[in-house]
């Protein structure tokens, strides 16, 4: 099982930016699929990026040319750098680790099948 905590949220005005960090430990060599996802009172989850094991991101249409997911292996670390922040970005971010048979992307982050694990999250508050 992995074991994720994230960091980094806070309350910022429109067009601002933030950088989420995620630090993974335990059994991180289960998981092939990273992400970020955020869920918003009222709202159902939404996948917003996500990183397979071999490098590649995907991004929702939301948030794609503002928001880049990374990771720093060495450090066992997932980052979410959002610019150009929105009211509509204001959610609680999670960061998720999975193990997928059926590729990585975004939307697939919310899917209640298959091993997934996510930390406790961190709330996003952007402001117009």
């Known amino acids: 099982q992995v074991q994720l905590v994230e960091s980094g949220g806070g309350s910022v005005q429109a067009g601002d930016s933030l950088r989420l960090s995620c630090v993974a430990s335990?059994?991180?060599?289960?998981?092939?699929?990273m992400g970020w996802f955020r869920q918003a009172p009222g709202k159902e989850r939404e996948g917003v990026a996500s990183?397979?094991?071999?490098?590649?991101?995907n991004y929702a249409d939301s948030v794609n040319g503002r928001f880049t997911i990374s990771q720093d292996n060495a450090r066992n670390t997932l980052y979410l750098q959002m610019n150009s922040l929105k009211p509509e970005d204001t959610a609680m971010y999670y960061c998720?680790?999975?193990?997928?048979?059926?590729?990585?992307?975004?939307?697939?982050?919310?899917?209640?099948?298959?091993?997934?694990?996510w930390g406790q999250g961190t709330q996003v508050t952007v402001s117009s």
């Open positions: 998720e680790a999975r193990r997928s048979s059926a590729g990585c992307y975004p939307r697939l982050l919310t899917s209640p099948y298959g091993f997934a694990s």
């Open positions: 335990g059994d991180t060599y289960s998981a092939n699929c």
């Open positions: 990183i397979g094991a071999d490098g590649t991101t």
